[in-house]
């Protein structure tokens, strides 16, 4: 029962979110949420194949075999055109059906042969190869089929790096386009991001040592199979709540800038139109003077279009202005006024609570104030807030101990 359990587990969780993901496509219908409802339900049937497989249903296996070989080189790439949706405005969709063809190619070809071959060459394949690794007393169709399986393994093997190197470059991207238009980011950046690539990383390593190993390293003894489906399990729960969190994503950002384009990310100082420096130079000191000394960072959800609003101007100014000659991002530049004036009501009002100061200093979450806040001075508010106060810490102790 137990290892009925174990061996079910990542399958559960896949199944699990694929009907919350159901349930959250029903209500916002996006094209993010369906790919990674995809991901969920493919991948639901490569541990589905797991499932069969180290519960020795040999019968079943021409079926759950061929599926579980087109769902193993599918499932790295659909999750790779859920982060395309997630973090790129304009991408061939054409493109979909390329990152699919080796999963597809292998899923046929390994279907047919299996049509193709007869029972008894079915099931010298099936316990002799995928249950002891070995080729030995195969010919034929079978030894065929054990050639395309092993192929499959290195298709998987070049799979993980390019596809690693290549999501992690767009999801990159995507925050720093975030970063650029927001000040509070916090629901709008790829949720989880450094789990998710640390999960990538994970995942990769641990599913290229799981085919090399084969299935059968982990069925010769009952614990072997704890270490991939727990570590799977966990990798899929984490994979798919992060999904379920990203409700933002590139195109709710076009359609909020749409008639005021997303500044470009490549734009240096070298490449600044010399007729247009004094113009951007210009720019910064009005910005300074309308955010910083009129106190704008102060509201909430500050978006960099309201600033190009107010001033009159293209948001790629402001980005210029910004990014280029204060050097930093528009989130870091008002979420760094933000903490200052925190800092600034710590001291005036000591006694003030941390969630109203996070509020009165702009933030839309005590949670987004306690991130930045650490992130800017190096410790929580309540470290910084004691160290600023000793005196009456010292006081409150004593009346505490006192009582």
């Known amino acids: 029962m137990i290892k009925i359990l174990v061996i079910s587990l990542p399958m559960l969780v896949c199944i699990f979110w694929s009907i919350l993901l159901i349930l959250d496509w029903w209500e916002q219908r996006t094209q993010a949420k369906a790919r990674l409802l995809f991901f969920m339900v493919v991948s639901t049937a490569l541990y589905g194949g797991h499932f069969i497989f180290f519960n020795h249903q040999y019968e079943l296996m021409p079926i759950t075999d061929t599926i579980y070989c087109m769902a193993n080189l599918a499932v790295f790439p659909l999750y790779y055109i859920y982060i395309k949706e997630v973090t790129e405005e304009e991408w061939q969709k054409h493109w979909q059906i390329t990152l699919m063809i080796p999963a597809l190619l292998v899923g046929v070809i390994v279907g047919t042969l299996y049509l193709l071959m007869d029972h008894q060459e079915t099931q010298a394949f099936v316990k002799t190869f995928l249950y002891q690794n070995s080729t030995k007393g195969l010919c034929d169709l079978a030894m065929i089929q054990a050639i395309v399986h092993t192929c499959s393994k290195i298709?998987?093997?070049?799979?993980?790096?390019?596809?690693?190197?290549?999501?992690?470059?767009?999801?990159?991207?995507?925050?720093?386009?975030?970063?650029?238009?927001?000040?509070?980011?916090?629901?709008?950046?790829?949720?989880?991001?450094?789990?998710?690539?640390?999960?990538?990383?994970?995942?990769?390593?641990?599913?290229?040592?799981?085919?090399?190993?084969?299935?059968?390293?982990?069925?010769?003894?009952?614990?072997?199979v704890l270490i991939p489906a727990v570590t799977f399990s966990t990798i899929l729960f984490l994979l798919g709540y992060a999904g379920h969190r990203q409700n933002f994503?590139?195109?709710?950002?076009?359609?909020?800038?749409?008639?005021?384009?997303?500044?470009?990310?490549?734009?240096?100082?070298?490449?600044?139109?010399?007729?247009?420096?004094?113009?951007?130079?210009?720019?910064?000191?009005?910005?300074?003077?309308?955010?910083?000394?009129?106190?704008?960072?102060?509201?909430?959800?500050?978006?960099?279009?309201?600033?190009?609003?107010?001033?009159?101007?293209?948001?790629?100014?402001?980005?210029?202005?910004?990014?280029?000659?204060?050097?930093?991002?528009?989130?870091?530049?008002?979420?760094?006024?933000?903490?200052?004036?925190?800092?600034?009501?710590?001291?005036?009002?000591?006694?003030?609570?941390?969630?109203?100061?996070?509020?009165?200093?702009?933030?839309?979450?005590?949670?987004s104030f306690y991130r930045n806040f650490k992130l800017y001075k190096d410790c929580p508010p309540l470290t910084y807030k004691k160290s600023m106060h000793p005196k009456m810490e010292q006081q409150n102790r004593n009346l505490s101990n006192s009582k």
């Open 155 to 224: 298709i998987f093997a070049i799979q993980i790096p390019l596809i690693l190197v290549k999501g992690f470059r767009k999801i990159k991207r995507y925050d720093k386009m975030v970063e650029a238009n927001y000040a509070d980011t916090t629901l709008r950046k790829m949720y989880m991001v450094k789990t998710i690539l640390v999960l990538f990383v994970v995942a990769s390593f641990i599913s290229f040592a799981a085919n090399i190993l084969g299935r059968d390293f982990f069925d010769t003894a009952p614990w072997l």
């Open 249 to 367: 994503t590139i195109q709710n950002m076009m359609l909020e800038t749409a008639n005021n384009p997303v500044p470009r990310l490549c734009i240096s100082d070298s490449q600044l139109d010399e007729g247009k420096e004094d113009r951007i130079e210009k720019l910064k000191n009005e910005i300074a003077e309308s955010v910083e000394k009129e106190q704008l960072f102060l509201q909430q959800d500050l978006k960099i279009n309201d600033i190009a609003k107010l001033l009159h101007t293209n948001r790629d100014y402001i980005y210029q202005a910004i990014n280029i000659r204060m050097g930093m991002s528009f989130s870091e530049y008002i979420n760094r006024l933000r903490i200052d004036f925190a800092v600034q009501l710590m001291n005036e009002s000591p006694k003030m609570t941390s969630n109203e100061i996070a509020f009165r200093s702009g933030f839309s979450s005590p949670a």
